[in-house]
């Protein structure tokens, strides 16, 4: 069965920052995978997703993330942190293939200090 | 606006009871999910519909139940309501049933007292 694991429950940065929000998955075949955010109030919107090719995928709002095969990782990563992107943050995976529902992470908490 | 409606937003309900959420996917899409987010589960996948047909099931409750209509709008029942079952319900569609990426509507907070 596939799962996810997002390490931090709360990261806090200050407003400029760069940002990285961990993600390790388990599964055992190529992974469908994908960050959502969540803003307070408001639906999951996806940020950016990855199923095969490039393994630097790049998303909305600025954000990228990066498949590592070898660490069963893929890390969100933003620059430059700005006040609005305070959110929860998702990770999912999916089995390859499509048409296994995607298992989502505990999410992350995002902090902007101005 | 994402484009999935969710009715209501809100709801307050007591033990026992039951309750019926509705949600209308994104122009064009035929599968629809519901989840349940609540602190202590997180994101649960709860069942998937496609073109009116039950195509998926995760950790539903016999308690709970949903279909899909002819007009592709879904509707969740959640029947004999308990404190636990409180939580933030939300449906997300795509085109297919391939997992490419779910647009998610902004959910219905449900409170059972």
């Known amino acids: 069965a596939q799962s996810v694991t997002q390490p931090d429950i709360h990261i806090t940065v200050s407003e400029g920052a760069s940002l990285e929000l961990r993600c390790n998955y388990s599964?055992?075949?190529?992974?469908?995978l994908f960050w959502y955010v969540q803003s307070p109030g408001q639906g999951l919107q996806l940020l950016l997703k990855y199923f095969s090719g490039d393994t630097l995928v790049q998303g909305i709002k600025g954000f990228e993330a990066e498949f590592k095969r070898s660490q069963s990782s893929f890390n969100l990563r933003k620059p430059s942190v700005h006040w609005s992107d305070a959110a929860e943050y998702f990770c999912a995976v999916g089995a390859s293939g499509g048409s296994y529902i995607p298992t989502f992470g505990r999410g992350t908490s995002l902090i902007v200090h101005p | 606006d994402s484009g999935v409606t969710q009715t209501p937003k809100h709801l307050i309900t007591a033990t026992g009871q039951r309750v019926t959420l509705r949600c209308s996917p994104r122009s064009g899409d035929l599968s629809v999910y519901w989840y349940q987010q609540s602190l202590d589960q997180g994101l649960q996948f709860l069942i998937q519909?496609?073109?009116?047909?039950?195509?998926a099931k995760g950790n539903i409750l016999e308690r709970f139940s949903a279909q899909q209509f002819p007009d592709l709008h879904s509707e969740l029942n959640l029947s004999s309501l308990e404190l636990g079952d409180s939580a933030l319900y939300f449906c997300?569609?795509?085109?297919?049933?391939?997992?490419?990426?779910?647009?998610f509507g902004s959910g219905t907070r449900l409170t059972v007292v």
């Open positions: 519909y496609y073109n009116g047909e039950e195509r």
């Open positions: 599964y055992g075949a190529t992974p469908y």
């Open positions: 997300a569609s795509s085109l297919t049933t391939s997992n490419y990426g779910y647009t």
